[in-house]
């Protein structure tokens, strides 16, 4: 009779197989981590895998507080301290990891994070204490390898941009053992000499081989130095340790040339502008200065005493035409009116009666002579004609009477006679 099992006794039963083998009890296993998973529980899921195959892995949040000292993530080479043992419920083997450690570039990577974080705390970052790049450096201090393409990259960028920089080289070693001794005496060298900056490093590589460059004696150096540090190390997606100790990161050696030398062509195209700028600035400003000077000046000469002084006098001359004319006009009028008047009163003289044929009568004592009864036979007057005076002395007088008859009062001769031109 056959024997039938249940899918729970033969779970237990590989489980005890499982459990009961001292190998399985204490493995060590090197892998990926791929589908790494934080549980909410704090519990850690994952796989590690190799070319060929995979198996998941749980470790428990206890284990994981003093077993991990690092953040997993996919991707990570990563040594697996722990057990394998199957779970029942699904009929499934897999690693009960109790410790994880970082395997090979794992390990550089986490002494590489353990050094940053200490050299952050430390200051070596801070951003307060980098050194500003000269503006203009004459002297430029190399620390790269004797050989290789960052020096060559270096020297043409500085003749095609400014060759009129020195460069200064000192062949360090930048790969393997005493590298990082040899980069931070290169620092310390230039440091003393009085080079306006330096650039360290080298070209592009994996990390094992920029190495030197995450090391706590080139970190000290850059920190400790006095002159302004480009650190140019591998390619732009590589940081290391100096890069962010260092007062200018550049992505690669010859970006750090670029950073470091300004092209003095682009300088003087630069300065032609700004020449040309300053030239119409000044051309506008002389412009506006004599286009006020001409106003100041129109302004002055209005203002000047002589213009006043003409001005005044051309006003004098128009108030005297003006005088002269309405005189003019007054004296016209004037003589008109006298004319009148003297036509008039001279139709009103006696003298001018004279002129036709009559004379005036006067005493000796030059009172009219208007009634013959002033008259006395013998006592001479004068007869004033026109054109002169006579003398006469009456022989008789005869005055008429109201019914026109005349009667003789006394004869009356002329005496003499006497003669005036007017």
């Not at 307060?128 to 990259?153: C, S």
């Not at 002129?355 to 004068?382: C, M």
Request: hydrophobic share 40%; net charge neutral; proline share 4%.
């Amino acid at each position: 009779m056959k024997q039938i099992f249940t899918v729970s006794q033969i779970n237990a039963y590989i489980r005890r197989i499982f459990d009961s083998d001292y190998a399985l009890r204490r493995i060590f296993l090197k892998g990926e981590v791929s589908n790494c998973k934080y549980h909410s529980s704090g519990h850690l899921y994952f796989s590690l895998k190799d070319a060929g195959s995979a198996i998941r892995c749980v470790m428990f949040a206890a284990d994981k507080m003093k077993g991990l000292p690092f953040r997993l993530e996919n991707g990570q080479m990563v040594i697996v301290q722990g057990s394998v043992s199957v779970f029942e419920r699904d009929g499934s083997y897999q690693l009960y990891a109790k410790e994880i450690e970082l395997s090979g570039a794992g390990e550089l990577h986490l002494r590489y994070e353990k050094l940053k974080q200490d050299l952050f705390e430390a200051g070596y970052f801070d951003f307060d204490r980098k050194k500003p790049l000269p503006p203009y450096p004459e002297k430029i201090g190399i620390v790269t390898a004797l050989t290789g393409a960052a020096i060559e990259d270096i020297k043409s960028i500085a003749a095609r941009r400014n060759p009129f920089v020195q460069l200064y080289l000192f062949p360090a070693k930048v790969q393997g053992e005493g590298a990082a001794e040899s980069i931070a005496r290169g620092i310390r060298y230039f440091d003393q000499r009085g080079v306006d900056v330096i650039i360290i490093g080298r070209g592009g590589g994996s990390m094992e081989d920029l190495w030197a460059f995450n090391e706590r004696i080139v970190a000290d150096a850059i920190y400790s130095a006095k002159t302004p540090i480009i650190s140019g190390t591998g390619h732009e997606i590589d940081m290391t340790i100096a890069d962010y100790c260092a007062d200018v990161r550049a992505a690669t050696p010859s970006a750090a040339c670029e950073l470091a030398i300004p092209d003095v062509y682009a300088l003087l195209q630069q300065i032609d502008y700004y020449r040309d700028g300053l030239d119409a600035r000044i051309r506008l400003h002389v412009q506006d200065c004599r286009q006020r000077l001409t106003e100041a000046g129109r302004l002055l000469a209005a203002r000047h005493p002589g213009t006043k002084l003409l001005q005044q006098r051309m006003h004098l001359e128009s108030l005297h035409d003006r005088l002269h004319q309405a005189m003019e006009r007054r004296l016209a009028g004037a003589r008109h009116a006298l004319s009148l008047r003297a036509e008039r009163l001279n139709g009103l003289s006696p003298t001018a009666r004279l002129t036709g044929g009559y004379v005036f009568a006067q005493d000796e004592r030059g009172r009219p002579v208007a009634s013959v009864e002033q008259l006395t036979v013998g006592e001479p007057f004068w007869l004033i004609f026109s054109d002169g005076r006579a003398e006469v002395e009456p022989v008789s007088v005869r005055k008429e009477t109201a019914d026109g008859n005349t009667r003789a009062t006394e004869d009356a001769r002329y005496i003499s006679t006497e003669q005036y031109e007017e």
